[in-house]
């Protein structure tokens, strides 16, 4: 079965705190592909990054970047130099490969970053 | 840019009432999905469907139905509801296994 992990349910930092949001996930799919998502709170989720398993190497976007580890099935995410609007909930998600698959998302993580 | 409209942001209803969640994307993506999202539970799955007229039943579907006539739009219905239905509800289409949300229904079941 599909299955999703945030074991942190809420992180709290001080501003310019570096912070990483863990991810482990659990698949049957050869190929796959992972979502970050951001939920600030007016509601609405915004998609940051999607990752295919064929591919391993880390990715940054700004003072984002994403740690894909196939052998520990972990997608972390690390926010450098954390600002106030960085808080939100953040969901790491699994869809299946087909274009028929449902998507699963894990609980969330609850990030607070304090001024 | 795609774009996946709920109907309204906020509801209230009171129980029994039959209650209709509209979403519409205007993508034409074959994929479209109903979540519910409760604290400590993240986001769970009740229906989502693959087509017109086609649809499948996701993780927590009892007490909802839904209908997907045409293919922008996905709604969710809730036959009766009830005070444990009180969520904030989400609608996503999907395409190429990429999701798009909608901005998401809170409702309340009084």
């Known amino acids: 079965a599909q299955k999703v992990t945030q074991a942190q349910t809420e992180i709290s930092v001080v501003e310019k705190e570096d912070v990483t949001l863990d991810c482990v996930y659990e698949?049957?799919?050869?190929?796959?592909?992972l979502f970050w998502y951001k939920q600030p709170p007016s509601g609405e989720l915004v998609f940051l990054i999607r990752?295919?398993?064929?591919?391993?190497q880390n990715e940054i976007s700004g003072r984002y970047s994403w740690n894909f580890q196939k052998s520990t099935s972990s997608f972390n995410f690390t926010i450098t130099a954390s600002q106030v609007v960085d808080s939100a909930v953040y969901f790491c998600?699994?869809?299946?490969?087909?274009?028929?698959?449902?998507?699963?998302f894990g609980s969330g993580t609850r990030l607070s970053i304090r001024p | 840019d795609v774009k996946v409209t709920q109907s309204s942001r906020y509801l209230v209803k009171r129980t029994g009432e039959k209650v209709f969640l509209e979403c519409v994307q205007d993508?034409?993506?074959?994929?479209m999905f109903w979540y519910r999202q409760d604290p400590g539970l993240g986001l769970r799955l009740i229906y989502f469907?693959?087509?017109?007229?086609?649809?499948e039943k996701g993780d927590i579907p009892e007490g909802y139905s839904v209908s997907r006539e045409k293919k922008e739009r996905f709604s969710l219905i809730l036959e009766s509801a009830s005070t444990n239905q009180t969520s904030m509800y989400l609608c996503?289409?999907?395409?190429?296994?990429?999701?798009?949300f909608g901005q998401g229904t809170r409702l309340t079941v009084v």
């Open positions: 990752r295919n398993s064929f591919d391993e």
């Open positions: 698949t049957r799919d050869t190929t796959y592909y």
């Open positions: 996503a289409s999907m395409v190429n296994t990429e999701a798009f």
């Open positions: 993508m034409d993506h074959e994929n």
């Open positions: 469907s693959y087509d017109v007229k086609m649809k």
């Open positions: 998600a699994l869809p299946g490969y087909s274009s028929a698959s449902k998507i699963i």
